[in-house]
């Protein structure tokens, strides 16, 4: 019993001398956007695996305006991870546009979905064509989202001047349904995954019938100015209901985004528990099934953060 006991203080005071290391605690807040578009539910999808699979983490998705938002947030310190789309986060990184004299160094996690341009009205509203946003009322996306950056390319593309031919409000896509159903404005801009759950909302109201208007002819014009970020692409005519045809649109890639200074091991977690928990964000957005190792490359303008570099050198690809 003795011997027992005198084995037992000495595991004791062995363990008290080298304690087992603690788990590492991590707290990480995410920018999104609105809640009607798909950042935030997918931010919020986020969230949830890393707090749920990675012991000692906790994350938050939070309500932003945005793109343009969530990279200044970074910049400032206020948060961790932003969803972004592509355009506004080389703006960040160039220190360009919105984000003038105040660059971002940011740094790509991964390529996410592709980003539709949907240019929204309703029928009766005389709109057919961007052309005929002269003289309307339309709204060009919330301040601090990264969809006015893209409006105005288009609208630029397009020949159009976004202050002097149109009556500018500045909604999200939400806030944007609810100004079309009152009448207060005649189209809207909006960039986001499909379907968005504020123009599916707009799409099934009884007695309107939505108008998707094309923005894919500009594309050229932006690219020659942008960098090559746009690509042309399509939303299906079965989308949103009610629409005529399929919709030819401008497209850009979203991307999940860090600070520079964010740690490697860090970055490399955030990246593995998306692939891992695939199926989890699948189920909170099915554009989730855009997520794809394999197509990672040259879709950012940005260079990936060396955490997530790692990762995907791990998976045979090669991304910076």
Excluded: C
């Excluded at 309500?63 to 938002?69: A, E």
């Excluded at 189209?187 to 909302?201: E, H, N, R």
């Amino acid at each position: 019993m003795k011997t027992t006991f005198a084995l037992l203080a000495a595991a004791a005071a062995l363990a008290l001398a080298n304690p087992a290391p603690a788990q590492q605690s991590v707290k990480l807040s995410i920018g999104t956007g609105g809640t009607g578009g798909v950042y935030y539910p997918m931010g919020g999808g986020l969230a949830n695996i890393l707090s749920k699979h990675v012991p000692g983490w906790q994350a938050t998705a939070e309500v932003t305006g945005g793109s343009v938002d969530n990279l200044k947030l970074l910049g400032a310190g206020k948060s961790e991870i932003g969803f972004s789309m592509a355009d506004a986060g080389l703006d960040a990184l160039k220190g360009e546009d919105k984000f003038k004299g105040a660059p971002v160094p940011v740094r790509t996690l991964m390529v996410l979905y592709p980003n539709r341009m949907h240019v929204v009205t309703v029928d009766g509203s005389g709109i057919n064509a961007l052309k005929d946003l002269k003289g309307k009322r339309v709204s060009t996306g919330s301040p601090g989202s990264a969809t006015e950056v893209m409006a105005f390319r288009v609208i630029e593309a397009a020949g159009l001047d976004k202050d002097k031919d149109m009556t500018r409000e500045r909604l999200g896509a939400a806030e944007s349904v609810n100004a079309v159903k009152d009448k207060k404005i005649d189209a809207f801009f909006w960039v986001g995954g499909l379907p968005t759950a504020a123009v599916t909302d707009l799409a099934n109201t009884p007695g309107t019938k939505i108008k998707m208007v094309d923005t894919a002819e500009v594309v050229d014009a932006m690219n020659k100015k942008y960098d090559n970020l746009y690509a042309k692409d399509t939303i299906a005519a079965s989308v949103y209901a009610g629409m005529a045809k399929d919709n030819a649109v401008a497209t850009v890639w979203n991307i999940l985004v860090v600070h520079k200074d964010m740690k490697d091991d860090v970055a490399y977690t955030i990246v593995k528990t998306i692939f891992d928990k695939k199926p989890e964000m699948v189920a909170v957005h099915k554009e989730a099934e855009s997520f794809n190792v394999a197509t990672q490359a040259g879709r950012s303008p940005l260079p990936f953060h060396p955490g997530a570099v790692k990762y995907f050198a791990e998976k045979g690809v090669k991304v910076n």
